[in-house]
């Protein structure tokens, strides 16, 4: 069996501006940029 080793690195500014990276020893690494918003509510 092998093995791996996962390093995941998260960023969130202040805007809501996020990444997360990931990386591996034995594989690619990957990366994610995006935003977080707020959810708006729904009225009833």
Known sequence: MKVDKLEYSFHISVTG?????????NRQSISYNG??????????
């Open 17 to 25: 501006s996020t990444s997360l990276n990931v990386s591996s020893l």
């Open 35 to 44: 935003n977080i918003e707020k959810i708006k509510e729904e009225k009833k």
